[in-house]
């Protein structure tokens, strides 16, 4: 059973930056491709960003671009989410997710794909 911890949210003010970190257990982490999604209250699980297994590709929402970068590094099992210019619309549990098999390599906005999940981190970015 792969577990996925998310740490490094909170309350930040509007312009301001965080970073998630996800950090995995298992030996196959650098086989998998990873995301992240949100969900606010009331709304449906969105999709954010993913990273190739090799960390070679990475994609985002366009409502993300530009503001936020996912990287990973492999040797410590973990997957990061830097968010800079945040904003009020940005509030929301975020999750990391692994995807449902090894090398997987389409659909990364799809939570559908993905078989694993964190606990979720909350931001919240006032105003």
């Known amino acids: 059973q792969v577990q996925l911890v998310e740490s490094g949210g909170g309350l930040v003010q509007a312009g301001g930056s965080l970073r998630l970190s996800c950090a995995a257990s298992?030996?196959?982490?650098?086989?998998?491709?990873m995301g992240w999604f949100r969900q606010a209250p009331g709304k449906e699980r969105e999709f954010v960003a993913a990273?190739?297994?090799?960390?070679?590709?990475?994609y985002y929402a366009d409502s993300v671009k530009g503001r936020f970068t996912i990287s990973r590094d492999n040797a410590k099992n973990t997957v990061y989410l830097q968010m800079d210019r945040l904003k009020t619309e940005d509030t929301a549990v975020y999750y990391c997710?692994?995807?449902?098999?090894?090398?997987?390599?389409?659909?990364?906005?799809?939570?559908?794909?993905?078989?694993?999940w964190g606990q979720g981190t909350q931001v919240t970015v006032s105003s």
């Open positions: 997710a692994k995807k449902i098999s090894p090398y997987y390599r389409t659909n990364y906005d799809d939570f559908k794909t993905y078989a694993d």
């Open positions: 990273i190739t297994w090799s960390g070679d590709n990475t």
């Open positions: 298992g030996r196959t982490f650098s086989s998998y491709a």
